[in-house]
């Protein structure tokens, strides 16, 4: 989120900053307000890919991508194994909003 909210303080509209992260790591209290903030502040630069592997200890109803979508953030749900699912959650649009890709990634 600072990285993002920096380059638009500095007018730069073309950088995208991405961000990889463990769905445990959503356990933890910053996630939660950096989700807010971001979402707020409809940084639509920045896109955050969740690795969801059923490793957090508290989920959320209706799934992580819920968790986003509540404070204004874009989603896509794709098979975190799968490279064209992810190529093309990454390439929906989001205009005005932050983009969150969730990653299934089922234990075979």
């Known amino acids: 989120t600072g990285v993002a909210s920096a380059l638009r303080l500095k007018g730069m509209t073309q950088p995208r900053v991405f961000c990889l992260i463990g769905d445990a790591e959503l356990d933890e209290g910053s996630n939660h307000e950096a989700i807010a903030l971001?979402?707020?502040?409809?940084?639509?630069?920045l896109t955050t890919i969740v690795i969801?592997?059923?490793?957090?200890?508290?989920?959320?109803?209706?799934?992580?991508?819920?968790?986003?979508?509540?404070?204004?953030?874009?989603?896509?749900?794709v098979d975190g194994r799968d490279h064209e699912d992810i190529k093309t959650g990454l390439l929906q649009p989001h205009s005005g909003q932050p983009h969150v890709l969730v990653a299934k990634v089922e234990e075979k």
């Open 52 to 77: 969801d592997n059923r490793s957090a200890s508290h989920s959320w109803p209706g799934g992580i991508e819920a968790r986003f979508e509540v404070e204004g953030w874009s989603s896509a749900v």
């Open 38 to 45: 971001a979402g707020r502040l409809g940084l639509d630069r």
